[in-house]
């Protein structure tokens, strides 16, 4: 018999740690600060994440409407997922983010939550990062590589954004004991292992 290897799965502290240690000055270091807090509190899949619209976040319930007509889930479901209450700081960083994109930048619904980087040809002929671009990414590509970049800068080994599923999980295991013990949000043991 073959004996199961643990996942490795990042701590609730570990992550904290990560989200402390980013920069946030540039719409790009924002926009990647927010893509980790929202992986965190929601547990969605990269693909998801990559394809999510403004119109698919609401604050005031806590929650995310992942439609599959417009975003990509796994075998093209339907469905809510509440804000899991692991750290009210993500749920921060994620408000501001929304705030900067309506507010500031003047995006509606339709519009990305986690847009692609904008890369433009320089004066000096040469292409670099301009800021974010109105269109979503093509791949989940960048998605993890921000995951690296900010893990690496925090002093930690990379865990991919599927790894904060497992996170929940375990979480949720520590807080319900059993399976018919509900949080605030209604989010059941049973539930969490549907990740």
Known sequence: MLAEREPRVPTLAQIKRVLQTMPAETEIELRNRAI??????????DSAIASMQLKHVDLIEKCVRQDAREVRTKFSKTF????????????KILEEW?????EEKLWGNDDPLFPATRIEQGADCQFGVTGLDRTHWSSTSPIRGIF??????????YFNPHSFRNTLVRLGQDLCKTRR???KHGVRTSDMKRF
Do not use: C, M, N, Q
């Open 36 to 45: 980790i807090a929202f992986t965190l509190i929601t547990g969605a899949r």
């Open 80 to 91: 809510i997922t509440y804000f899991f209450p692991v750290w009210d700081g993500a749920v």
């Open 98 to 102: 929304v705030s900067f994109l309506r």
């Open 148 to 157: 690296r970049e900010a893990f690496l800068r925090a002093g930690l080994p």
């Open 181 to 183: 013990k509900h949080s």
